[in-house]
């Protein structure tokens, strides 16, 4: 049961960049998954969720219409296509899955946890 994050990097003010998590398991298809991030010196914050079989997703406002989240169980991965980044979207990126949907976008937590990928966005 693993969460392998990627994609991330130094990105103008302005670009785009396209977040991947590869999950392995086929139980992990059954899962609802999301997108979390960490500032330096700031707690985890939840950036956006997905329902099990992508037929749902929920944002946090300072995200949404500049990101989209999908997930594609025959490839066994999520993503989250981030555009016209800003300077407080750099964080260390973290994808997460839980079988419980509020544990996600209620509690920002969940059952399993991938390593962070850092974003930088700058000038």
């Known amino acids: 049961v693993q969460l392998q994050a990627s994609g991330g990097g130094l990105v103008q003010i302005g670009g785009s960049l396209r977040l991947s998590c590869a999950y392995s398991?086929?139980?992990?298809?059954?899962?609802?998954m999301g997108w979390f991030r960490q500032a330096p010196g700031k707690e985890r914050e939840f950036v956006a969720a997905i329902t099990w079989a992508g037929s749902s997703t929920y944002y946090r406002d300072s995200v949404k219409g500049r990101s989209t989240i999908s997930k594609d169980n025959a490839k066994n991965s999520m993503y989250l296509q981030m555009n016209s980044l800003k300077p407080e979207d750099t964080a260390v990126y973290f994808c997460a899955a839980a079988l419980n949907w509020e544990k996600i976008v209620k509690t920002s937590g969940a059952d399993y946890w991938g390593q962070g990928t850092l974003v930088t966005v700058s000038s």
């Open positions: 398991g086929r139980a992990f298809r059954s899962y609802h």
